[in-house]
Structures are given as structure tokens and as C-alpha cells.
């Protein structure tokens, strides 16, 4: 005879809430500027209006 595991009360939804907290999703920046030539803003998975990607870590570099 296998024994499960039970629940002695029901964990209300304030507390099942604070257990939960940190596995919740973080907000990610989705508006890039494009530094190329127009300075528009973009989403990062669009091409800029110039026909270039430019990767988000390339963005601080315009100095080309």
C-alpha cells in the first residue's frame, strides 16, 4: 500500500500568492530606438525603416 502525500489544510490564496511571487514573469523591454539613421522607435524583432536588424546589444555601438 503506496501512501500520497496530503494536504493537512487548504493553503489559502494570499499564501499560495506569496509562494508564487518569484515564479511569476518579468517584463522584458520590448521598444528599442533605432540609432542608424532615423532614431524612430522599433520593436526588437522588426526591421528598422533602413532595412537593418540591429540586435539590442549592438545598439549602444553607432559610433561605425
Known amino acids: 500500500m503506496e501512501l ?7 493553503i489559502s ?3 499560495r500568492g506569496i509562494r508564487n511571487g518569484p515564479k511569476a514573469l518579468k517584463p522584458v523591454p520590448i521598444v528599442f530606438l533605432c540609432s542608424r539613421s532615423c532614431g524612430r522607435v522599433k520593436l526588437p524583432h522588426l526591421f528598422c525603416c533602413s532595412g537593418e536588424r540591429l540586435n ?3 545598439q549602444g555601438n553607432s559610433n561605425n
Open 13 to 15: 490564496k494570499h499564501k
Open 4 to 10: 500520497m502525500a496530503v494536504t493537512k489544510k487548504k
Open 56 to 58: 539590442p546589444s549592438e
